[in-house]
């Protein structure tokens, strides 16, 4: 068993060169990737399937509700591939100078509440960008001078920028915990697919809104992800 298990790892270390699976390490259990990239494939094609549906549909479907069961999937799908106690998605209002958690995921005692918006400039995500960095799991040294951190009790923290087409800066996606949680490079990796499905959703919704569709029309169940 053990080596069929390592033969397995080479095949699929042969197959994507550049991306390593470090046992304990990048994400927890080490999910395989074809697991990991058949459900970014499953969570893009449902995105697709709703948006082409709720068009030939006229809009009754509520068109600009596309990026809320496609969020609620991927932070549950982030939380169990980390274990991480809270995932969640910000917006960014760089003119008004705020940051709104649009939703989130909270497992432990940790709790990111939806709805809150608070000053972008104190934010540790607005550090972590400006700093490029991605992950840490010793927030008390990395970001010694936020507030928010403290009063948090964070010691892991991790975030990925949202971004339109052209570039700009939109939101976030994070994850945070009040322990110390290893994780690598390919947790990053992930969280930049799903980024990039959140920005699509969140464009397509925004597109479907100008047209005239209800944005607080339809609600849908999640897709299920795959094991």
């Known amino acids: 068993r053990r080596r069929g298990r390592r033969d397995s790892r080479a095949s ?47 809009g009754t479907q509520g068109e600009a509700r596309i990026e809320e069961p496609l969020i609620r999937n991927l932070l549950a799908e982030l939380q169990r591939l980390t274990g ?10 760089t003119a008004a100078e705020t940051q709104h958690i649009t939703h989130a995921r909270n497992t432990a005692m940790l709790d990111i509440p939806e709805g809150l918006t608070v000053n972008w400039s104190d ?7 400006d700093q490029g960095i991605n992950y840490t799991d010793d ?20 975030t990925v920028p949202l971004t339109s087409t052209d570039g700009i800066l939109e939101g976030t996606l994070c994850g945070a915990s009040c322990s110390r949680v290893a994780l690598g490079e390919e947790t990053v990796r992930v969280m930049e ?18 047209d005239g569709a ?4 339809g609600v849908v169940t999640p897709a299920p992800s795959r094991p």
């Open 12 to 58: 699929l270390r042969a197959a994507e060169p550049g991306l390593r699976l470090r046992a304990g390490l990048p994400i927890q259990q080490t999910r395989p990737r074809v697991q990991i990239a058949r459900f970014v494939q499953d969570q893009a094609a449902f995105s697709l399937d709703w948006a082409q549906s709720a068009e030939g549909d006229g």
């Open 84 to 93: 991480l106690d809270t995932t969640y998605v910000t917006r960014i209002d």
């Open 123 to 129: 934010t540790i995500c607005r550090r972590a960008l």
């Open 139 to 158: 927030v008390p040294t990395v970001f010694s001078d936020s507030q928010a951190a403290t009063n948090l009790g964070l010691q892991t923290y991790v």
């Open 193 to 210: 697919h799903f980024a990039t499905l959140i920005s699509q959703a969140n464009k397509d919704s925004t597109s479907a809104a100008a």
């Open 214 to 217: 209800d944005p607080s029309a």
